[in-house]
């Protein structure tokens, strides 16, 4: 079975510029979750999406930052512009259900230069 | 605000000695509380779930215990292996968000030697 897949694995970009980083979700999950985890501040919740809706976007830092998800099988998170404290690495999970498992991607390292 | 705390944040155990990793949350409400495991630039594997009524669950050489009221989880590895060393991960979802979002800690990263 495949798992959560994320793209690009590594990316590393000037400040300034756009960062995409994709995510296809468990096919059959309802719910996606997209986590940033940083050596000071852990593992945090950025927003989550249930049904291709987003439900709760609080988590998200600023206005730079924007998810979508226009399908069952596809996410994005978009950072513009993008910014050194930005570098992080961005996980992307999916659950069957509220309250089940959450299965997590590789991650996205990313570094802002 | 839900806050969760893993200690030790390191590890250290000589093979085949029996441990045990802890995890404390502030606010009772939870939905449930998982345990991950964390490999170096790997993402998240899913160890244990136990739900807000449970008071344990056991996958292998693996329990993890739950006392919800006083805020605490425990994950016992039994037989310690090298293959177990990784960062291991508290996560609770809370009841009022219907067990959606997670509130991690920061880990105890474990080193088991041969």
């Known amino acids: 079975d495949a798992g959560v897949i994320q793209s690009p694995r590594h990316e590393v970009t000037e400040m300034g510029q756009e960062v995409t980083l994709r995510c296809k979700p468990i096919s059959g999950h309802d719910y996606l979750f997209w986590y940033r985890q940083t050596m000071m501040r852990g593992l945090e919740l950025l927003i989550y999406?249930?049904?291709?809706?987003?439900?709760?976007d609080s988590g998200m830092p600023e206005d730079r930052f924007s998810a979508k998800m226009p399908n069952a099988s596809f996410s994005t998170l978009k950072i513009q512009p993008s910014e050194p404290r930005d570098s992080a690495v961005y996980f992307c999970?999916?659950?069957?259900?509220?309250?089940?498992?959450?299965?997590f991607g590789d991650g996205t390292r990313l570094s802002i230069l | 605000k839900q806050e969760v705390t893993q200690i030790p944040a390191a590890l250290s155990v000589p093979e085949g000695e029996n441990l045990v990793l802890n995890c404390s949350f502030t606010?009772?409400?939870?939905?449930?509380l998982q345990w991950f495991r964390q490999d170096p630039g790997k993402g998240l594997t899913s160890l244990l779930l136990i739900q807000s009524s449970q008071r344990e669950q056991t996958s292998g050489r693996l329990n993890a215990s739950l006392d919800k009221s006083s805020g605490r989880s425990t994950l016992y590895i039994a037989a310690s292996q090298p293959g177990d060393s990784a960062t291991y991960l508290c996560?609770?979802?809370?009841?009022?968000?219907?067990?959606?979002?997670?509130?991690f800690g920061k880990g105890t990263t474990l080193s088991v030697s041969s």
């Open positions: 606010d009772s409400a939870i939905y449930n």
């Open positions: 999406f249930n049904n291709n809706v987003p439900i709760d």
């Open positions: 999970a999916s659950s069957f259900s509220k309250g089940q498992p959450q299965h």
């Open positions: 996560a609770v979802s809370m009841a009022n968000q219907a067990g959606t979002a997670l509130i």
